[in-house]
Structures are given as structure tokens and as C-alpha cells.
């Protein structure tokens, strides 16, 4: 069983930035790609970002690209969400994920994830 563990989420007014760590406990962090997912009130589980095992290959939700940068220290076995340019619409839960997978494999889906953070809201305002 791997825990993951999210912060750094909170308001925020639109135009500003935050950065959501999420950190996993233990040995089998560099077994793990890893993504972000939010959902916002009445809609459905979207994908973020994710980021392959060493951390090379990344992939962003065009709602996000080029204002989110996620990276991995795996020295330290967390993942980072930087988020930039912050807008409205990006209130949302945020939720890290881990998906046990090959070095370089990066996925947008979130059936492919095997562990799931318990979320934390971060609110936009206007």
C-alpha cells in the first residue's frame, strides 16, 4: 500500500500561484509515475498532469498547459504541482495519484492509477 499526501492547497486570487506537494512515504516512490487530477463541484474527475518515474517525460490537460509545471524529487519522494496564472475555473479538489508502471510511462487516465491521495481544495477567487 503506498499513502499519498497532499498540501499546499488554500484561496488564492486569480492571476496568483501555488504549489501542491505531494509526498509518498517510503521505498517505492521511483516505481511510481505520477499525476495530479482535480474535480470541481457537480462535474466529473479531470486529469492535470502527470510525470513518468525519473521524472523525464511530463504531460499537461490543455486547460493547464503552460501555466502548471509538475516535476518529481525523488530523493525527497514527492511530486510537485506549480501552479501559475491561477483562474476561476481552476477551483477545484486536487488530487495526487500513483500508477506502478514502466520508467518512462506517463497516462492521462485515471483508471491506470493504483493509489489515490485524499484530496485538497483550492479555491480561485475572482
Known amino acids: ?5 497532499e498540501s499546499g492547497g488554500g484561496l488564492v ?3 496568483g500561484s501555488l504549489r501542491l506537494p505531494c509526498a509518498a512515504p517510503g ?8 499525476g ?6 457537480g462535474k466529473e474527475l479531470q486529469f492535470v498532469a502527470a510525470v513518468s ?3 523525464g517525460n511530463t504531460y499537461y490537460a490543455d486547460s493547464v498547459k503552460g501555466r502548471f509545471t509538475i516535476s518529481r524529487d525523488n530523493a525527497k519522494n ?6 501559475n496564472s491561477l483562474k476561476p475555473e481552476d477551483t ?6 500513483a500508477d506502478h508502471s514502466s520508467w518512462t510511462h506517463v497516462t492521462p487516465h485515471s483508471s491506470e492509477y493504483d493509489y489515490w491521495g485524499q ?3 483550492v479555491t480561485v477567487s475572482s
Open 13 to 15: 486570487q486569480a492571476g
Open 92 to 97: 477545484a479538489v486536487y488530487y495526487c495519484a
Open 78 to 83: 514527492t511530486v510537485y504541482l506549480q501552479m
Open 1 to 5: 500500500q503506498v499513502q499519498l499526501v
Open 27 to 34: 521505498r517505492t516512490f521511483t516505481s511510481l509515475a505520477m
Open 119 to 121: 484530496g485538497i481544495q
Open 53 to 55: 518515474r525519473g521524472g
Open 36 to 41: 495530479w487530477f482535480r474535480q470541481a463541484p
